[in-house]
C-alpha cells in the first residue's frame, strides 16, 4: 500500500525510543507492534513498551494506523528526509544560533570530512550560487 506523507505537520519533539520506532516503520514501510519489534535491535523492549511508543507517535502525529479486524496495522504520515530537514534545522537553529558557518566548520574542523564529501560540497555549492545569481 503506498501512502501519502503530511506536509507541513507541527513536528514536535520525539525521544530516542519514538525515534527507533519511526525507524523501523520507515524500514517496514507499515506493521503491527509485532513486526515493527522484530525489526527492532537487540536487547528488544517489551511489546507493551512497543505498543506504548506507537500510541504517543501517533498522538503526535507522526503515524497513523488501520484496522484489520483486532489487529491495527501502523504506517509513518512523515517522512524520512522531511523528518530529517526538520532534526538538521532545528540542531542548525539552536546549536549553532543559525550560523552555517559554525554549523559547517564543526565538520570541517573536525576532520570527520573526506575530500570526496568536501569536493561533492563544492560543487553542489557552485552550483546554488549559479542558480541563484540568476
Do not use: C
Given at each position: 500500500?503506498i501512502?501519502i506523507?503530511?506536509?507541513?505537520?507541527?513536528m514536535?519533539e520525539i525521544t530516542?525510543?519514538?525515534e527507533?520506532?519511526?525507524k523501523?516503520?520507515?524500514?517496514i514501510?507499515?506493521g503491527?507492534v509485532?513486526?515493527?519489534?522484530?525489526?527492532?535491535?537487540?536487547?528488544?523492549p517489551?511489546?507493551?513498551?512497543?505498543?506504548?511508543?506507537i500510541?504517543?507517535?501517533?498522538?503526535?502525529g507522526?503515524?497513523g494506523?488501520?484496522?484489520?479486524?483486532?489487529?491495527?496495522?501502523?504506517?509513518p504520515?512523515?517522512?524520512?528526509?522531511d523528518?530529517?530537514?526538520?532534526?538538521?534545522?532545528?540542531?542548525?537553529?539552536?546549536?549553532?544560533?543559525?550560523?552555517?558557518?559554525?554549523?559547517?566548520?564543526?565538520?570541517v574542523?573536525?576532520?570527520?570530512?573526506?575530500?570526496n564529501d568536501?569536493?561533492e560540497?563544492?560543487?553542489?555549492?557552485?552550483q546554488?550560487i549559479?542558480t541563484?545569481?540568476?
Amino acid at each position: 500500500m503506498i501512502y501519502i506523507y503530511k506536509k507541513n505537520i507541527n513536528m514536535r519533539e520525539i525521544t530516542k525510543a519514538q525515534e527507533d520506532i519511526l525507524k523501523a516503520l520507515w524500514e517496514i514501510n507499515e506493521g503491527a507492534v509485532s513486526d515493527v519489534l522484530s525489526i527492532l535491535p537487540e536487547p528488544k523492549p517489551a511489546y507493551n513498551t512497543v505498543a506504548t511508543v506507537i500510541k504517543v507517535l501517533e498522538k503526535k502525529g507522526y503515524i497513523g494506523h488501520k484496522t484489520y479486524g483486532k489487529t491495527n496495522v501502523y504506517y509513518p504520515l512523515v517522512s524520512k528526509k522531511d523528518y530529517g530537514q526538520h532534526v538538521l534545522t532545528d540542531t542548525f537553529r539552536s546549536l549553532f544560533d543559525g550560523s552555517l558557518n559554525q554549523m559547517l566548520s564543526a565538520f570541517v574542523v573536525s576532520k570527520g570530512v573526506s575530500i570526496n564529501d568536501l569536493e561533492e560540497l563544492k560543487v553542489m555549492l557552485e552550483q546554488e550560487i549559479k542558480t541563484q545569481k540568476k
